[in-house]
């Protein structure tokens, strides 16, 4: 009985995560945003694909949260260094945040490649922030929730981006560790 079970579970398993990974597809189908470098990439096939994430949503003029929040993310690149991860970073004022604006603050917090920080169009970014659950009215009332999902496995958590780094880390390391 038990090795069926373990056959059952390795036949089963990957169809699974096939299946996440296609409804997530569908889900972010067709979101095209511009990365710092101004280049326009779907936020699916190019940023969420197979991979762990750690999403959070900011403007560059923000003199509140964004910089702790940045302070975090720029700890996180350093300490986990794992190619799944990938580190985005949202604007929640396209209309303002520029590519060179986003690429400028990138080059300030020294944003590695697998840091990423978005604009684009209103309606795009706005889109996209919609099917996060992180659209604000204005840039000031963005959330200081930072998202973190595996998108092979579906698992996804939230954390407080204004937490203890440590405390951040550890809740992306379960993600990242979700088999």
């Known amino acids: 009985m038990k090795t069926i079970l373990i056959f059952f579970l390795a036949a089963v398993l990957p169809l699974a995560a096939r299946a996440q990974s296609e409804a997530a597809g ?3 189908h067709g979101l095209r945003l511009v990365n710092q470098e101004g280049r326009t990439i779907d936020l699916y096939d190019d940023v969420l694909k197979n991979r762990v994430v750690v999403i959070n949503t900011f403007f560059t003029t923000c003199e509140g949260s964004c910089p702790i929040m940045a302070g975090n993310f720029a700890r996180l690149q350093k300490e986990l260094g794992d190619e799944r991860l990938q580190l985005v970073s949202i604007s929640a004022d396209p209309l303002t945040d520029t590519p060179a604006k ?16 978005l604009t684009g169009q209103k309606e795009q970014v706005d889109a996209a922030l919609r099917k996060l659950g992180q659209y604000a009215e204005t840039p000031s009332a963005h959330s200081n929730i930072i998202i973190i999902g595996n998108l092979r496995t579906g ?3 939230k954390a407080f981006g204004l937490a203890k780094p440590e405390e951040i880390a550890a809740i992306v390391k379960s993600v990242l560790d979700d088999e």
Do not use: D, P
Request: aromatic residues 28%.
């Open 26 to 28: 569908k889900y972010f």
């Open 102 to 117: 986003l690429k400028e603050y990138a080059a300030r917090m020294h944003a590695s490649a697998r840091w990423t920080f």
């Open 155 to 157: 698992l996804w958590k």
